[in-house]
Structures are given as structure tokens and as C-alpha cells.
């Protein structure tokens, strides 16, 4: 019987530490997962509006109705005005929410290169609005 217990006693301990480690790290976990999804969910919407705008971009330029090219142009300017202020908000994250210094210098690469790829969707829409103008 003394073996039996002796047992029992240590699968009970070994039970109550896995509970334990799996509440903090529960608890850890969602906090910094929550830290981290608003960043995550602002690039998510980033993306979609760089989607959004080469859509209506690639329509422009293949449209020839003048009322269409007008109300494509509103809407990019719109969709524009908007990933600009995501932008300003994604490309805001200081330095010490990256847990080291190798992370933060991929955030950056990869700032760099969204804003790279919106520098590019704005040169377009200027490039077809002043083409829209002169018609």
C-alpha cells in the first residue's frame, strides 16, 4: 500500500504543476498574444487595402467611361486616406515591443518594404489622376 500511495502522492503533484504551468502560461500567453493581435490584425487590414487599391487601380486603367474613372478615383483616394493612417499606426511599434533586437530588425525590413509597396500604389493613383485631368 505504502507504494501505491507513494504514487498516487506523486501524480498528484505532478498533476497540480502541469495545471499550474499551464495557467501561467495561459495567462502569459494571452496578454502578450493580445499585445500582439492588434499589431497582427493592422497589418491583416493593410494588406487587404493594398489589395483593394491594385484592384481599382488595374479597373482604372482599363476603363473609359468618365463617370467610372471619377467614382474609381474617389474610392482609391478614400481606400488611400485610410491604409495611411493604418500605416502611421503599424509603422509606430517602438523597439521595445520586440522581445530582441533580431525581431525588431525584421519588423523593420519588413516596414520598409510595405511602405516601399505603398510609395508604389501612390505614385500610380497620382500618375492616373493627373491622367484622369487632362482628359
Do not use: W
Not at 15 to 44: E, F, Q, R
Not at 80 to 100: C, D, F, G, K, M
Amino acid at each position: 500500500m505504502t507504494m501505491i500511495s507513494y504514487l498516487l502522492k506523486r501524480i498528484a503533484k505532478m498533476a497540480i504543476c502541469i495545471v499550474l504551468s499551464i495557467s501561467v502560461t495561459a495567462a502569459y500567453g494571452s496578454s502578450s498574444h493580445s499585445n500582439h493581435k492588434g499589431h497582427s490584425d493592422v497589418l491583416l487590414e493593410i494588406l487587404q487595402l493594398k489589395i483593394k487599391i491594385e484592384r481599382l487601380q488595374n479597373q482604372q486603367a482599363l476603363s473609359n467611361n468618365l463617370d467610372d474613372l471619377s467614382t474609381n478615383m474617389r474610392n482609391q483616394a478614400i481606400t488611400l486616406n485610410h491604409a495611411t493612417n493604418l500605416l502611421q499606426q503599424y509603422v509606430a511599434i517602438p523597439e521595445s515591443r520586440y522581445p530582441n533586437l533580431e525581431m525588431y530588425h525584421q519588423s523593420l525590413t519588413s516596414r520598409a518594404g510595405i511602405m516601399q509597396e505603398f510609395s508604389l500604389l501612390m505614385h500610380t493613383f497620382q500618375e492616373q489622376l493627373t491622367a484622369s485631368t487632362l482628359n
